[in-house]
T-cell receptor, first 115, second 112 residues
Framework: GAGVSQSPRYKVAKRGQDVALRCDPI?????LFWYQQALGQGPEFLTY????????KSGLPSDRFFAERPEGSVSTLKIQRTQQEDSAVYLC?????????????FGPGTRLTVT | GENVEQHPSTLSVQEGDSAVIKCTYS??????FPWYKQELGKRPQLIID?????GEKKDQRIAVTLNKTAKHFSLHITETQPEDSAVYFC???????????FGSGTRLQVQP
């Protein structure tokens, strides 16, 4: 079946611009995660949704980062007033999240470059 | 919070040899340990995982072992092939938190 998809795959933004990154999780997956992956590093947790509820946003690096999942399926990660340190790959992952099923499946990521 | 250390950072082996990657974790509440393979420019792919109620799991040429007392787990790849070349990440999950904490990755190169 279809996996996790993300768009756009690549985004170049000038410093100070706002960007919006989209994630389409696997159909029926309750849990959705956003991670940030810097070059040569492992993914780092940003935020977690269970259905439409954002249950953990402890990894968001600043109040310029905002995520939503209003209908419990598609999610958007928004970054306001982008800075050069925001350049990274933003990965979305989803999980069935029911009855102890915890396997997370990743999307291809959005590579954000802030110039 | 959880901290995951991964070694080595790079590993080069000859085709047909075995490769071992090791990780340690800090949070004794962690009870799920997946391994991901990431090729250049691609998504992390789940290749094997283990839960804390077992000590070893095998899937063809790949195996993972877990030592809960010592808080370390390892990935073993036997009969390596050039297509195994990639970056491998270990991770740990504290289900109280739901998010994975990843190691820093191991770049595996299999020389033909």
């Amino acid at each position: 079946g279809a996996g996790v998809s993300q768009s756009p795959r690549y985004k170049v933004a000038k410093r100070g611009q706002d960007v919006a990154l989209r994630c389409d999780p696997i159909s029926g997956h309750v849990s959705l995660f956003w991670y940030q992956q810097a070059l040569g590093q492992g993914p780092e947790f940003l935020t977690y949704f269970q259905n439409e509820a954002q249950l953990d946003k402890s990894g968001l690096p600043s109040d310029r980062f905002f995520a939503e999942r209003p209908e419990g399926s598609v999610s958007t990660l928004k970054i306001q007033r982008t800075q050069q340190e925001d350049s990274a790959v933003y990965l979305c992952a989803s999980s069935r999240g029911l009855a102890g099923v915890v396997e997370q499946y990743f999307g291809p990521g959005t590579r954000l470059t802030v110039t | 919070g959880e901290n995951v250390e991964q070694h080595p950072s790079t590993l080069s082996v000859q085709e047909g040899d075995s490769a071992v990657i090791k990780c340690t974790y800090s949070d004794s509440a962690s009870n799920y340990f997946p391994w991901y393979k990431q090729e250049l420019g691609k998504r992390p792919q789940l290749i094997i995982d283990i839960r804390s109620n077992v000590g070893e799991k095998k899937d063809q040429r790949i195996a993972v072992t877990l030592n809960k007392t010592a808080k370390h787990f390892s990935l073993h790849i036997t009969e390596t092939q050039p297509e195994d070349s990639a970056v491998y990440f270990c991770a740990a999950l504290d289900t109280g938190r739901r998010a994975l904490t990843f190691g820093s990755g191991t770049r595996l190169q299999v020389q033909p």
